[in-house]
């Protein structure tokens, strides 16, 4: 944290928390569609695929361009 003011700290943070918080309720909602289609299984493998698509997406949008 040298050099780096308290409050730009915890901007990052809370950035950070609600990435976390945003990539998994995409996760969710895609493993519910997983669910419906797919019973369990699909469950887990919706909810993986939504948070990495989740991420990737976000990632793009802010750094990619």
């Known amino acids: 944290m040298a050099g780096e003011s308290i409050v730009a700290f915890v901007e990052e943070w809370q950035t950070g928390f609600f990435l976390?918080?945003?990539?998994t309720a995409v996760g969710v909602a895609a493993g519910v569609v997983g669910l419906r289609l797919a019973g369990p299984p699909g469950f887990f493998a919706g909810f993986l695929v939504g948070m990495l698509a989740a991420f990737l997406g976000y990632s793009y949008l802010r750094y990619g361009r």
């Open 20 to 23: 976390v918080l945003a990539v």
